[in-house]
């Protein structure tokens, strides 16, 4: 086991097992510097955009288009547990789907409302290797490969929107071939050195551009529903949009602010002087697609109240073993 796989179930053992003085300190310091970063970046955004702008394209927004961004994002979020299963079978763990979409949900709940706290990934690696003895490092690297499928698709389509934005003054042939060649090569380290991960490999990548595909038909679902759209005045594009936002994905992985909220605004706001974009919707696309994850994510809450539904999903002895 790796310092890195052992960092991360001593750190899941921490958080459910009575914490020593030293390690609640640490909790809270980690917590405070999470915060404090997300704040300063916030305050460093609407000292650029005027947040009045944007809070009156959230009051004046068509909810029911925001409600259809809700549903394309909660369906990403089914496609996000759906993948993962994928690189769990390539390893021969048999999760039941439900119990596998109920720890889905748990880990989102880690991941946006416990800065402090273990990250989801972890707790969702502690909890199988603690029922089923799967090795950390089985489970490690089918999470891995997760993230990394989500990299692969997030380049696809960064290809394709580079076509479609003038500005970035490039020959498509540079993007692709590089796109291309770093594909191979990944599949070839992949099949080498990590077979066992290969077995759905094409299959779970599939469902990573499903995944994507979802999370930027969110975006435009949220831009709909802006007054631009009902005075029939945006003559902007798209495609400058859903590139900050895929790039705002990439730095939102970095675990310096809480829940990833700061890190999209700072990008997005950024991008907005690069790309021909309204500052302030850019900053809304931001909030609104953090504040919509953060609802669902809250369904994970009711594992923790309840965590006996969380073990329902369980498979028997019996299919662990066949």
Same mark, same amino acid.
């Given at each position: 086991?790796?310092?890195?796989?052992?960092?991360?179930?001593?750190?899941?053992?921490?958080?459910?097992?009575?914490?020593?003085?030293?390690?609640?300190? #640490?909790?809270?310091?980690?917590?405070?510097?999470?915060?404090?970063?997300?704040?300063?970046?916030?305050?460093?955004?609407?000292?650029?955009?005027?947040?009045?702008?944007?809070?009156?394209?959230?009051?004046?927004?068509?909810?029911? #288009?925001?409600?259809?961004?809700?549903?394309?994002?909660?369906?990403?979020?089914?496609?996000?547990? #759906?993948?993962?299963?994928?690189?769990?079978?390539?390893?021969?763990?048999?999760?039941?789907?439900?119990?596998?979409?109920?720890?889905?949900?748990?880990?989102?709940?880690?991941?946006?409302?416990?800065?402090?706290?273990?990250?989801?990934?972890?707790?969702?690696? /502690?909890? &199988?290797?603690?029922?089923?003895?799967?090795?950390?490092?089985?489970? @490690?690297?089918?999470?891995?490969?997760?993230?990394?499928?989500?990299?692969?698709?997030?380049?696809? &389509?960064? *290809?394709?929107?580079?076509?479609?934005?003038?500005?970035?003054?490039?020959?498509?042939?540079?993007?692709?071939?590089?796109? *291309?060649?770093?594909? *191979?090569?990944?599949?070839? *380290?992949? /099949?080498?050195? @990590?077979?066992?991960?290969?077995?759905?490999?094409?299959?779970?990548?599939?469902?990573?551009?499903?995944?994507?595909?979802?999370?930027?038909?969110?975006?435009?679902?949220?831009?709909?529903?802006?007054?631009?759209?009902?005075?029939?005045?945006?003559?902007?594009?798209?495609?400058? /949009?859903?590139?900050? @936002?895929?790039?705002?994905?990439?730095?939102?992985?970095?675990?310096?602010?809480?829940?990833?909220?700061?890190?999209?605004?700072?990008?997005?706001?950024?991008?907005?002087?690069?790309?021909?974009?309204?500052?302030?919707?850019?900053?809304?696309?931001?909030?609104?697609?953090?504040?919509?994850?953060?609802?669902?994510?809250? @369904?994970?809450?009711? /594992?923790?109240?309840?965590?006996?539904?969380?073990?329902?999903?369980?498979?028997? =002895?019996? =299919?662990?073993?066949?």
């Amino acid at each position: 086991m790796t310092d890195i796989q052992q960092a991360i179930v001593n750190e899941a053992e921490e958080e459910i097992n009575p914490k020593t003085p030293k390690q609640r300190f #640490w909790n809270v310091v980690k917590t405070i510097l999470k915060i404090a970063v997300t704040v300063a970046l916030l305050i460093w955004v609407f000292s650029k955009v005027d947040i009045n702008k944007v809070k009156i394209r959230l009051l004046e927004a068509n909810y029911w #288009w925001m409600l259809a961004a809700f549903f394309c994002l909660a369906l990403s979020m089914l496609v996000s547990a #759906w993948r993962l299963l994928s690189f769990f079978k390539s390893i021969g763990l048999k999760l039941n789907p439900r119990y596998n979409l109920r720890l889905y949900f748990l880990g989102l709940f880690y991941n946006f409302l416990l800065p402090g706290g273990i990250g989801g990934d972890g707790y969702k690696m /502690y909890l &199988i290797n603690k029922t089923f003895k799967t090795p950390v490092k089985k489970l @490690f690297w089918a999470v891995m490969f997760d993230r990394l499928s989500g990299l692969w698709a997030i380049g696809l &389509i960064t *290809v394709a929107l580079i076509f479609l934005i003038p500005q970035i003054d490039v020959h498509i042939g540079i993007p692709l071939g590089i796109f *291309v060649t770093g594909s *191979v090569i990944y599949y070839f *380290v992949a /099949y080498k050195f @990590f077979r066992d991960y290969t077995h759905k490999f094409f299959e779970a990548h599939a469902k990573a551009l499903l995944l994507q595909s979802l999370q930027l038909l969110t975006i435009i679902c949220v831009i709909l529903g802006q007054p631009e759209f009902h005075q029939a005045g945006f003559h902007g594009k798209f495609s400058p /949009y859903l590139l900050s @936002f895929l790039i705002s994905a990439l730095a939102s992985i970095i675990p310096i602010t809480a829940g990833g909220a700061g890190a999209r605004e700072a990008i997005f706001t950024k991008l907005s002087t690069v790309f021909p974009m309204i500052p302030d919707l850019a900053i809304f696309l931001a909030t609104s697609f953090y504040l919509l994850s953060l609802v669902v994510a809250l @369904f994970g809450v009711y /594992y923790v109240i309840r965590p006996s539904r969380l073990q329902e999903g369980l498979p028997t =002895e019996e =299919e662990v073993n066949s």
